[in-house]
């Protein structure tokens, strides 16, 4: 084995020796810190409970078939809408130039308004039930799947360009071979950050109202006071996230295992 | 019978009254030859070819293929166009698919059925000895396997005329050579029009029936050299006598211009 070869397998396989002792290490500070200032339980249980919360939270069918589901439908409804909009928008932008300079300023405010803050509104229109955080979701994450379409159509190399037309392809034939392909690579881009940003959106939507999700749950733990089930539905929702942007990630291997992004990533975290 | 006839183009890229990139060309090229476009780097070399192939506009003046109208436009530019295969400078291959993908991308615009798309694509990457690499996607390819998939995409519908714009330019001289070697060995097979720019003296004699000579302020033509050096040629005729003959004639018109187009200028006919 060569040196070069040894070195990209330890890259390969470090993460998985170091991510547990790291982890084991901050629950021992975590642990620590609790012995040490007597910290009262509401503010901050231990490990040990919070890991009884989340195994009892894990087996109970309720939480996976009403506030897990919830969650999941909103986030990929959103999700989906988002992509309607944000690639569409996108494409449109990326191929017209003078569509693209007159939405410019549009689309500067909706990007630096927060838009969560446009969260009261939308029960107000769509109501407390799952419309509002669907829509919630939509709207905070089509703007990076629409920026990036856009800057992928307009990335595409001239020499692509001149390749295509030197072969005698039309506008569909071009678009469909040669322009999609290319941009599918920052579609995916942005929908790993749409994954996340639909995420909050969702469970940010499901803090104003309702009564189900897994950002009701959390809240209604923490009305009741039942700190160690928090510290797990909490777990449970960074897990949730975990699963959602690895799904991205796969879909990414599977779709561009061409692209540098994946190629990269393959070689560190395979 | 001429193939390609460039009649009196000129280019501009800035508005009128700018200094024009190319003045008054005129050449005309007959079937089968090999013309090398021969100048140093900013002379206007791309832009003439890029106009021939269709892919930039000319100012004033007319290209036609095969007798179709270039800088026409419509049916007749289709017409033109659907019988010349582009070599660039960079390869240009899609980075998301396989070599021998790469190769069916001009079959599949003309929508052959896909069983025979990929035999004529196979045989393509034989022809440019890389049968063993189809399923390899550019990036696990060389630079000179890269642009010998662009050769093969540009064949694969066998178009009568082949434009290259210094396709071997960045690469080393050793697979330079090959890949010279290989190119003639093709182009003896294919009996296609060829016409490569380069700016290496080398390797216009080498591959070349005719050396067309340019030079830049505006681009134009100042010189137009017959090589009359037997084929197959091999890399052991660039030690002869005859090849450093045509070298000296041609650095000379390169430096110097028109005053060197003498007894050599014998413009189209082949020997
Ligand atoms: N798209 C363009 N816009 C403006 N100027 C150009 C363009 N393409 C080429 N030129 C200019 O035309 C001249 C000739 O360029 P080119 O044809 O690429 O030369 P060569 O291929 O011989 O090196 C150069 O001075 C270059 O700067
Ligand atoms: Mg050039």
Not at chain 1, 100 to 116: E, G, N, R
């Amino acid at each position: 084995m060569s040196a070069s070869s040894r070195k990209s397998l330890l890259d390969r396989y470090l993460v998985f020796l170091t991510t547990p002792l790291l982890a084991a290490g901050l629950i021992g500070i975590w642990q620590v810190y609790i012995v040490v200032t007597d910290i009262s339980a509401f503010l901050l249980p231990a490990p040990r409970n919070v890991l009884d919360a989340l195994v009892q939270q894990v087996s109970d069918p309720y939480i996976w078939q009403v506030h897990v589901w919830t969650t999941f439908t909103e986030t990929v409804l959103g999700l989906l809408i988002g992509i309607v909009i944000g690639v569409g928008s996108g494409f449109a932008i990326g191929k017209s130039r003078l569509l693209a300079l007159i939405l410019k300023p549009f689309l500067v405010l909706t990007q630096v308004t927060p838009k969560v803050a446009l969260a009261p509104l939308f029960v107000l229109w769509f109501g407390f039930g799952e419309g509002s955080k669907i829509a919630l979701a939509a709207l905070v994450c089509f703007f990076p799947l629409m920026v990036n379409t856009a800057f992928g159509i307009q990335s595409l190399p001239q020499g692509h360009k001149d390749m295509a037309r030197s072969i005698g392809a039309g506008r569909v034939f071009g678009f469909l071979r040669v322009e999609l392909p290319h941009t599918m690579a920052y579609i995916l881009a942005g929908l790993e950050q749409a994954i996340v940003l639909a995420t909050i959106g969702a469970i940010v939507g499901e803090y104003l109202g309702g009564d189900k999700g897994l950002g009701r749950y959390a809240l209604n733990l923490q009305n009741n006071l039942q700190i160690d089930l928090l510290f797990g539905s909490i777990v449970l929702m960074a897990m949730y996230g975990l699963v959602l942007y690895l799904a991205v990630t796969s879909l990414k291997r599977l779709l561009i295992p061409w692209h540098e992004s994946v190629r990269l990533h393959t070689r560190t975290f395979d | 019978m001429t193939t390609i006839s460039i009649g009196h183009v000129s280019k501009r890229f800035g508005p009128p009254g700018t200094a024009p990139v190319l003045g008054d060309i005129e050449l005309e090229i007959p079937e089968g030859q090999f013309v090398a476009l021969l100048g140093s780097s900013g002379c206007g070399k791309t832009t003439l070819l890029r106009i021939v192939g269709g892919l930039e506009s000319a100012t004033s003046g007319q290209v036609s293929i095969g007798g179709h109208p270039v800088t026409g436009g419509g049916a007749d530019r289709r017409k033109a166009l659907s019988d010349v295969g582009f070599v660039f400078q960079e390869h240009n291959l899609l980075p998301w698919r396989s070599a021998l993908r790469n190769v069916q991308l001009p079959l599949a615009q003309r929508r052959m059925p896909a069983r025979e798309r990929v035999e004529v694509a196979r045989q393509m990457l034989e022809l440019v000895s890389l049968g063993h690499a189809e399923r390899r996607l550019p990036h696990e390819l060389s630079g000179g396997m890269r642009q010998r998939v662009a050769i093969a995409r540009a064949l694969s519908y066998d178009p009568a005329v082949l434009l290259m714009d210094e396709p071997f330019g960045a690469l080393d001289a050793q697979t330079r050579d090959n890949l010279n070697l290989e190119l003639q060995r093709i182009w003896l097979e294919k009996q296609k029009t060829v016409v490569f720019v380069t700016h290496s003296i080398q390797e216009a004699v080498f591959l070349a029936d005719r050396v067309v000579v340019m030079q830049a302020g505006p681009g134009r033509v100042v010189a137009d050299v017959t090589i009359d050096l037997e084929r197959p040629r091999g890399v052991d005729v660039m030690a002869t006598a005859r090849f450093a003959e045509y070298t000296g004639v041609l650095r000379e018109a390169l430096t110097h211009g028109p005053a060197a187009d003498g007894a050599h200028g014998t413009n189209g006919a082949v020997a």
